[in-house]
Every structure is written in C-alpha cells, then in structure tokens.
C-alpha cells in the first residue's frame, strides 16, 4: 500500500523488501507531554479500527496541571475482541528522555523501542530491545516547517505506526481530513505532510519491522457502522437518548465532559444544563427539574459526591428521580484526581445519612456507559428513585468503537405529565409506586401536595407516628427490592462451576474476562462474573456462587481493616457465604490481567498456574522470535 | 390529613380564596410574627389570582420554612439553605410557574448564602421572602447571622460579639433586581411588597422583620409606632417635576440604596432597589435553545443525535 499523496522519495516508501509477520495484537505505548496530541493518536487508531476488522482498546493517564508534565498513552489494537489495554508494551514510543527513562521497564523482552533520538539517548547495547531512533522533532521540522517541533509530531508517528503495522492508510488520510477539516486547509496540509514523513521513513532503517493482524475468522459483524467515543461521551449521549433534557452540575475532573457536552447539546434539544456554584446547588437544581417532571441529571467525581449526600437523603425521602454520575477517582479527599480507583462504591450506596436505599449501577466499557445511562433512567422513572451511575477515571477517558445505536428503537421522548391527577390522588402511597403530580398538574380534589424530607403520611403532611416512620421506611426499602426482582441474572462466562468464579465490577470486567480466559487455558475450570447492578444485587447470587470452591472479587480499592475491599465486603454481607476472597489494590492504574491471575492463583491451588505466572511472554514484534 | 378530602373541591376556574388557600394549621407560637406574613401571602394571591395548579411554595429548614404546609399550592420543604437553587430549578424547569420561597435569617444568610449570591446574580425568575427574626427559633435559640452584637443567646451567653449582616446591603450586593424591606407588623406594606415582588420579571427579594415572641421578643420594637418607634417608609420618586421628588427615593439608583442601607438601625421600609435593565436567566436560556434550534433548523431529538453519531463514524 501506498500513501495516497506521497511523492516518490528516493529510500522512501518503496514496497517493504520482507513479507510482513502476522501478529495478532500490538499494545503499543505512547510516552510525551501532555500537549503533544499523543492521545490524538490514540483517537485515530481508535477510529480507525471502528471502521476495520480490528478492535482497539485504549489507556490514557493525563496529569491534573493544566500544561507540560508526562502523559501516556497506551493503544492496543488487534485481531477480535480487545477487552483490555493490555499488562507490559510491545512497542514503546519515547518522546523525551524522562518518557524513556520512566516506560523502558514496560516494554516486553523482544518489545521495540521506537525513540526520539532528537531528545533520546537509550543505554547502549540494551539487547533486550529492538531499538530504532527516529529523529522524531527533526523530521517533522523537516516535513511542515518549524512550528513541527512542537505541533505534528503525534502526525508522524502515526504515519511511522501505519507503515509499521501495515494500517489502511486511505482511511487514515480520511479521518485526518476528516479531523482538521474544520481547520484551515494549510493545517490538514500540515498534517497530511507529516504523516506521509512519518509513512515514508526510510525502510532499511526500520530493520524489518514489517507487521500485519491476522485475518478475521468468525468475527460475526452486526452490520451496523461502529462509532468511536469515550466513556464519558457514551453517558452523556445514553442520557440523551433516555430523554434527559435537564441537568445541573459543577466542574471536577474527570466529570466535567460530561457537563460540558451536556451544556453545549442540551439547548439544541430545547433542553437546558446550569453550571452551579457548587455541588450542593447542582443536584438541588437538578431536583428542582425533576420535580416538575422531568427527569434531570447532576454528576461528579468522588469529594463531589460526598457534597451532594445530604440531599440524596432527601431524594431518598422526597421519592424524586434523579440520576447522579459518579467518576470515581483516587482518593480521599483530592487523592489521585486523574487516577482510576473503584473506591466509592460503599459512598455510592450507603453515604447519606439515614436508611436511604437508592440504586447503583456500573458500566462495564464504554458501549455500556451509554446503555446504562439508559437503564438508569428507566428505573429512576420506573420507581421514582435516585439512582447513581458509578463510572471511573479509566472509562470515562478511554476511547473504544462500538455498534451505533438502533436510535430509533430506543429513543425516550422526554417531557412532563402535567395531566390532571383524580380526586384521591396521593403523592406517597404505602402499598403502591409514588407518582408525583408536577406543580402545573390540576389535583382533582383540589388538595395540593408537598413533597417534603420530613417523614409523612400519605399525603406529604408531616408526621411524628412512629407507625408511619416505620411503614414508609419499609416502602423505601422495598421498592427497591421490587426493582431487584426484576432484574436479568449477570453476565456470566467461562465455565458454569468449578474451582473459582471471579466477580468484577466496573471498568475491570476486561481485564477479568481476559484474566478467566487465562486460568481456564491451564486446565482450571473457572467463570467470570460480571455485574453491572451493584445495588440492588441481582437475583439468583447465591446459587451462582454455591457452585465454585471460591469467589474471588477484584477491585481497584484498599482491603481495608477486615481485609475485603468494597464490593467483597457487601457480598459476604449479603450473602455470609465464606468461599468470598477479595483481590484489591490501589496504584491509581487498571487492573492488568496477570494481576487478576496472580490473585486468583493465591486462592486456586494449582501448580500449571503457578509455573504459567512465571512465564515472561516475549513481545510477538521480537525481530527473532 | 383525612379531613383534607372531607372538603369539597372548589369548583373548576373559581376565584383563589383564602379559603382555598388554607392547609394545615401553622405549628408557629401564638403571636409569631409569621401569622401575619401568611395571611400577607394569601390576600397576594388573592390579589393575583394565578392558576391555582402553577402556584410553587418551596421552603428550607426553619420555623418559617414550615410556610409551605400551611399554602394548598405545589410546593415542597427542602434541605436547609438550598432551597433557592432546587426553585431555581422549578423557575427554570417550567416556564409558566410562579415560584415563591420562604425562609429565615439563617436559611437565607448563613447556611444558604452561597446560593443566595448566585441565584440573584443569574436573576432566575421567581420570589423570595426571608422572614428574618434575628435568632435560631426552630433549635430553641442560637446566634443567628442578623442577631445583633451582645444579644444573648445559647451559643453567645454573654452577647453576640461577631458583626451581624446588614440584610439589605448584601441583598444588594448580590445583584438582585429587587429588593424590599418589610415589617410582619405591617400588613398592607407586606401585601403591596409582596405583590411587586411577584410582578417583578427577575430575581425579587422581600426581607420581612419578624418577631420571635418565643426566643427574641421585642426585637423590633424600634420600628413599631404604638410601641414606641419610627416607621419610615421610602418615599419612591414619581417623576411629577415637583420639587418634592427631588428628594424622593429612585429605586433604580443602586447607589441611592445602598446609602438607605447604611441608615441606622431601624432604618426605612419600602422598594430599596428595583431594575428591569438585566434579562432574567429564564429568557437568556430560551434565547440560548432559540438560537441552536435556528443552527440545526429545527431538526427533531432522533436526527440530531443521528447526525452526532455519524460523525463519531
């Protein structure tokens, strides 16, 4: 394949003299600065595996400063279904000094180090390692003048990628269009020169690094076009398409794109997003648009949440809908802003004051962030409840390609019904739904109610009966238990019993069915359960879990004082059943897949596990294998 | 409660009554000045004669955030201090609403002023009422922001000493678009306030002096005559070129209300600002949707987000 606009370049872009070696996946490892477009790589490589064969799953950690300091990005892309953004790199792509310095020990034995010999010097003679220098910043001076040493350099790696891993390179040039295209034509120019240098580096210095994804065998394609977004996108967009057209929030990383995208969309949609002035406003504003009956969005990330509890309470009292997202973050307190952790999972569902039952749900990737969103607004509607989406840093910025939506199957028309309500309408019925007359709506009997935090009686007037109190505390709770019983049994894989079953939640469900593929490849019957309601528990746990020798849940969370993390902790409650491990850990980062195995190895005593852990893969890009 | 259906309901379209407007029976303390500032709010409604169904009472924490249970309208009692921003979201959430929120000093000025702030500088479209009576009356008396320096009380047993809050300047601060001063001893003045305040396109504000007999009884003696004190209301300028008016109040002139802010205690009542120069956040929004709904010609919820998804491809 050939640039579509290169010129013939003497050394250039002649056809590779070797075949290429068919691999089956690359993870591919992008060291910078933050303001080097390295994750723009990342995007188009994700893009434009939405409109291949392959799959793409990507890692992103950007510092929290506004410019300048260390930022990856971690690409990996192959043949099927990637479910994770894989353990140790293949290849290491090293901007600066302190890139190569703080990454080389993420490379496989056998990885290639492509660097930056512009600002780059490697250890010498480090055989462990195919080394190519690239002089990155001269050569893309060299292809769009001197503003390449800080503006395309991202293009021309691209270019370099494309060439290396045989990529379709008319669909890249047209997503590069497609990208700056709303740019002057001198910056698509720009940037079309730089990726045919990058594309056009000379070949013999490549040293044969020449490689191709192995056809696609069985992959049953939807028929439907793939649309690439990240995490937080997916939620704002689901929420979009659940009919949300109200929201109110206040920023905090990594939350903020959603309350950005939400700001900018909602008006075209007749609808409206208020940036508050601080986390309390936002989610009394947001009741205050589900109380005149439309169901309305706040958000945040975990110190955010903390703020907005108190009047989760009285959502939980008032019975008013709502959806709260929640982009967990490391923590307490500031914590690790712009770092994954699954740490509050136990605020999600117990913080507030009071009995409060509401409903926690978790999107798994980010397909699932969108239809979770759905699903949230479903049942907050359903059972006029808050209910909190819990998503983490990892999804929320990570970039996949998925199916598009069958958007006119699923759309939810929004809007409030103001429709008159009868002569014995009661805002808090004790055997049956609450279902709020909005202020606008005529009462029959002419009795208007009020929705209140105080405890009540049917009508909303406040009591002190001791009788009521419990009554109402018990419809609260059983609501919810109404809801669970409806519920469809997790997503559950691998084998149906057997020495473990591994439970993971969130953005870990990857990693875990990776993880469950590797243990049952040994010869360990094993399963994967993954469970997206995280409050209430679907029904039908506790047989599933009778069927396995042991449980093991892995979160990204701190074992705590009794030594379970969050979700371990409330499925031994639940369900007293001692077979529960935890696997927790608390680095900032997602879960690689040999850390699950590793963990799983310390409660299934097998020896063939043992001996595969200590098998160092080498990187299938090795020059000799 | 049961007696509630026990009554008949008024007739579709008949006129807003007190009697209509009558719900439960107020748990205030025999002689608290918040009696009066309800019966205030029912002849305001009386006067206005909205649809009853798009009347909102909303209310935080206090004696006086009980108000709403003693309004047959919608309405709610919320969290303390945060019920400015959950009306906001009524006021914001349905155009054809008329909002009202009751409060007290420490609603209002201490726990809420945050979003006291904000809500005026948007000039969300509705009304508040602080029923301001200078103590903590609900927690059986603590300090409050508006208690004066060396009232005591059980968190200041010998005398506040931290500067209480001039109500009328912060008000004005915050860049409401109208503000007034009432006293629950005056009920003609509380009415006509009250009925302005409502009429007013933007962010309305009325402070009413009310006595906690309970906790801080005679607190505002000062301003009530057969007790002995000085009623002062703001003379409003009425542009009749007479040589009069050039004294008179112009209550677009913030600089002229902040000066009847700074008289000594117990200061004039009356309109202390009132201006029609800011949009309310209610039309800047619809002018925001407006404006998209223009750029994307009106395409419906499913082809916008179509053509969102099309460029994700």
Not at chain 1, 550 to 563: C, F, M, R, S, T
Request: charged residues 20%.
């Amino acid at each position: 394949m050939v640039s579509p606009n290169t010129p013939e370049t003497p050394g250039g872009a002649a056809a590779p003299s070797a075949a290429p070696r068919s691999i089956h996946d690359v993870v591919i490892r992008l060291a910078g600065n933050s303001q080097d477009g390295i994750q723009s790589i990342g995007g188009f490589l994700a893009r434009l595996a939405g409109r291949t064969d392959q799959d793409v799953m990507t890692y992103m950690t950007i510092p929290s400063t506004i410019s300048g300091g260390p930022s990856i990005f971690q690409v990996r892309m192959g043949t099927g279904d990637i479910l994770s953004a894989g353990d140790r790199a293949d290849m290491l792509v090293a901007f600066y000094q302190h890139s190569y310095d703080a990454h080389i020990g993420s490379l496989r034995p056998g990885g290639v180090l492509l660097y930056d010999s512009d600002h780059v010097k490697p250890v010498e003679g480090d055989h462990r390692f195919t080394q190519v220098s690239v002089p990155i910043t001269s050569g893309t001076v060299e292809a769009v003048g001197g503003a390449g040493k800080d503006k395309g350099k991202n293009i021309y790696i691209l270019g370099l990628i494309a060439r290396i891993f045989d990529l379709d390179v008319t669909k890249l040039a047209t997503l590069i269009k497609e990208r700056f295209g709303g740019k002057s034509e001198d910056v698509v120019r720009n940037a079309m020169l730089a990726f045919d240098a990058g594309f056009a580096w000379p070949q013999n210095n490549l040293r044969d690094l020449f490689y191709r994804f192995e056809a696609v065998d069985g992959v049953v394609s939807s028929g439907r076009p793939q649309i690439t977004l990240d995490g937080n996108s997916a939620i704002a967009y689901g929420l979009l398409a659940a009919g949300v057209r109200h929201g109110a929030g206040y920023p905090i990383t990594p939350w903020s794109s959603i309350m950005e995208i939400l700001r900018t969309e909602l008006p075209k949609y007749g609808g409206i997003f208020v940036q508050c002035e601080d986390e309390i406003a936002s989610i009394s504003t947001a009741l205050g648009f589900s109380y005149t009956g439309q169901l309305a969005i706040t958000g945040s990330s975990g110190p955010g949440l903390s703020l907005k509890m108190e009047a989760l309470g009285w959502a939980t009292m008032a019975e008013m809908p709502l959806i709260v997202v929640n982009v967990q973050r490391g923590g307490p307190s500031t914590g690790m802003p712009t770092n994954v952790e699954q740490s509050d999972l136990l605020q999600a569902i117990y913080g507030s004051h009071g009995d409060a039952p509401r409903v926690v749900l978790s999107p798994k990737n980010v397909e699932d962030c969108f239809y979770t969103a759905m699903e949230a607004c479903r049942i907050a509607r359903e059972y006029s409840t808050p209910v909190i989406i819990l998503t983490d840093q990892a999804v929320s910025t990570r970039i996949e390609a998925f199916d598009e939506p069958d958007l006119p199957s699923i759309m939810v028309k929004p809007g409030a019904d103001l429709s008159p309500r009868p002569a014995d309408f009661k805002p808090y019925p004790v055997n049956a739904l609450t279902r709020h007359a909005p202020p606008g709506s005529v009462v029959g009997s002419g009795k208007y109610p009020t929705v209140t935090g105080l405890e009540h009686d049917e009508l909303g007037h406040p009591t002190g009966s001791s009788k009521l109190h419990t009554q109402m505390t018990a419809k609260r709770r059983d609501k919810i238990k109404q809801l669970a019983a409806t519920l469809p049994a997790p997503e559950l894989s691998g084998d149906s019993g057997g020495e473990a079953l591994l439970v993971t939640w969130g953005s870990n469900w990857g990693p875990g069915r990776e993880a469950i593929a590797r243990v049952r490849k040994v010869g360990i019957k094993a399963g994967h359960l993954h469970l997206r309601h995280i409050n209430p528990f679907p029904p039908g746990l506790a047989a599933t879990f009778a069927r396995y020798h042991k449980v093991i849940v892995a979160e990204i969370n701190d074992e705590g004082l009794y030594g379970y993390g969050q979700l371990a902790m409330m499925l031994r409650a639940a369900y007293a059943n001692p077979a529960i491990e935890s696997i927790t850990k608390t680095d900032g980062l997602t879960f690689k897949v040999s850390e699950i195995v590793s963990g799983i190895s310390k409660h299934v005593e097998s020896q063939a596990l043992d001996a595969s852990l200590g098998v160092s893969r080498r990187s299938p890009l090795a020059v000799q294998p | 409660m049961s007696t509630a259906l026990a009554t008949p309901p008024p007739a579709p379209g008949a006129p807003l009554t007190k009697k209509i407007l009558t719900a439960d029976h107020p748990t205030w303390c025999p002689g608290c000045g918040d009696f009066a500032v309800l019966a205030s709010f029912y002849r305001v409604l009386e006067k206005l004669q909205y649809p009853h169904e798009k009347i909102v009472t909303f209310a935080g924490i206090g004696c006086s955030s009980r108000f709403p249970y003693f309004v047959n309208t919608h309405g709610g009692h919320y969290i303390h201090g945060r019920a400015l921003p959950f009306a906001a979201g009524i006021s914001l959430g349905n155009e054809d609403l008329h909002v009202f929120v009751f409060g007290g000093d420490g609603d209002g000025f201490s726990i809420g002023g945050n979003h006291l702030v904000h809500t005026a500088r948007k000039n969300v479209n509705l009304t508040y009422v602080i029923m301001d009576n200078s103590v903590y009356g609900l927690t059986k008396k603590q300090t409050s922001p508006t208690s004066p320096i060396g009232f005591k009380t059980k968190t200041d047993p010998t005398g506040a000493i931290d500067q209480p809050i001039n109500p009328m300047r912060t008000l004005l601060n915050t860049g409401a678009t109208f503000v007034a001063r009432s006293h629950a001893t005056q009920v003609n003045h509380m009415v006509e306030m009250m009925t302005r305040a409502a009429k007013h396109q933007g962010f309305s504000v009325v402070e009413i002096l009310s006595e906690c007999v309970e906790f801080y009884a005679g607190a505002f003696d000062s301003s009530i005559p057969r007790k002995g004190g000085t009623w002062t209301l703001i003379q409003e300028k009425k542009n009749d070129g007479t040589p009069e008016d050039a004294a008179r109040h112009d209550v677009t002139d913030e600089v002229a209300a902040f000066k009847l802010a700074g008289q000594a205690w117990p200061g004039s009542f009356g309109v202390f600002y009132e201006s029609n120069a800011r949009k309310t956040k209610n039309v800047l929004e619809a002018e925001l949707v407006a404006k998209a709904r223009e750029r994307t010609k009106n395409a419906t919820d499913l082809q916008l987000l179509q053509s969102t998804f099309s460029k994700m491809r």
